[in-house]
Structures are given as structure tokens and as C-alpha cells.
């Protein structure tokens, strides 16, 4: 009597848990980008939520998109340097560093610029420091026309980039002899993206990085006119 009773309740226990492992098994999180658990859902729902643009998703993975949204706008703020400078970040009315209305612009709703969105061009000067250096320039990372993100490059150049700081553009080389304002004087390694956080970015996951790379992917391709910067136009058609 005991014995089955027992074993009746260890059953009932058995089926228990097999019904709540079903349950969880059903309930696993829908879209996940990685295998994290439900924070990745809630990640990929504001991800989408809060990018400033309007996003392409025909052909790129939703998931992907919201949790490189989630990094790129509300952890890593990519657009604080590539956007073209502080005072187009945002626009006109929506720059919630200035006063308020009546006082100021600031309309009380802050408004990321699309125009400028992740175009780049920021410009921070003679580098590294004043003198016959060449400035360094937040790159354009927007799609072009092939729909592949800053400049067409592939994921495996992106990931190479976020890792290793490798500039493919070679746009201010080591100097060789005298600095000429195009090259960087040693100590500073010109094959390297200066200023950029890659030092911090090499640390992420390779999901989160693919995450970035789908969603720069899905933003609205901009063409960057600056004179003298070539490498910020982009081909959109
Ligand atoms: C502190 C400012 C800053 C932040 C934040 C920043 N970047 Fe950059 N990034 C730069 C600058 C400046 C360059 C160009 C450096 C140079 O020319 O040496 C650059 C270059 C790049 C390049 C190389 C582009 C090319 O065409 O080869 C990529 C890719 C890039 N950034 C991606 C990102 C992403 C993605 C984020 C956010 C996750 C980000 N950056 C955040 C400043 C920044």
C-alpha cells in the first residue's frame, strides 16, 4: 500500500514534470536571435520599438534586426560618432539637450536626425593632435544599393573590423617619412581605425555582431556629401 502509493505519487510527479518540460519546451522564447532565454525577446521587441528609421525587413531576419537595433541605439550609441556632428544628431525641435519650449527649441520629444542617421561624417580633428595631421572621420555605415551595410562590405569584413580595428579603406596610413597631414606618425598604428571603440566592440558575442550587421543592413541607405571626403558617399540606386 505504501509502496504504491508511493510509487503513484512519484508518477503523478513524473507526469508533473513532464507536462511543466513540455510546457517550457512550448513556451521557449518565439524569433530568439540566440539561444538566451526570454531576455532576448524583450531585447528584439524594444530593439525594434526604438530604432529612429523606418526599417526594410523584406529578406533579413526580424529577430536579428530588433536585437542589433537594442545594441546599436540604446547600448553602444554607434550614432553619437556617425552621425555628421553633435548638431544634426537630432533635429531641429527634437534635440533634448537644449531648453525647452518657450525658452529653447527642445519641443519635449527627443528626435534622432534621419537625414544624418548612422551617415557619418563626423569630423574630430587633426589627429593626434594639432599640426600636419590627417582628421579623422566617423565612417558612413548605411547600406548601399546591394543592400550590404557601410560601404558594401561582407559580414566575415565587419566582423574582422569589430574585432581587429583592420581599416580597409587604408585612409590614413602609417607615416613613412615626414608627417604630410595624410598619414600617422608613429606610435599610432595607420592600418587601425583610430578613436572608434573596437577595443570594446571586439568583446562582444559574434550573435550580437551579426545582430549589428542585419540590422545596419535594414536602415535607409544615406549618400554623405562633405567636400573633400569621398569615402562618405554612398550609392543608393
Ligand atoms: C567614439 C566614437 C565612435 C563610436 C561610439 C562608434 N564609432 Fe565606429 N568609427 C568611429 C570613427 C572615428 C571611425 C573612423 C576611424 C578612422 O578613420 O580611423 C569609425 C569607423 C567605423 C567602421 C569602419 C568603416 C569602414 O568603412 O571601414 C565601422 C564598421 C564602424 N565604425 C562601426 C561602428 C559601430 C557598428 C558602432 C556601434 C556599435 C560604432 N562604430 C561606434 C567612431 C565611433
Redesign the pocket.
Known sequence: MLLSLFSKTAGAAAAFAAIVLAGMLISSPRGQAQDDGNDDESKIQRGLAIAPVPLNLVGRNRALVGLGSY??NGQ???N???TMNPSTEFTATGNPYLLRSPQGPFMGKTQVNPKTYLGGG?D?GAFPGPGPFPH??????TPDKTGRP??G?TFQE?LT??RTGK???H??PTCTGAPNGTCLPAPFNGE??????WPN?RNLSEEDVRA?YEY?SAIPCIDTIVAGQP?LRNVCH
Open positions: 545594441i546599436v553602444a550609441d554607434c553619437g560618432c556617425h563626423s574630430f579623422i572621420v566617423s565612417r558612413n555605415l557601410e560601404g562590405h565587419f573590423i569589430m581599416d580597409y579603406d585612409l590614413h587601425l581605425l583610430q578613436i572608434m571603440p566592440f549589428i545596419l569615402q
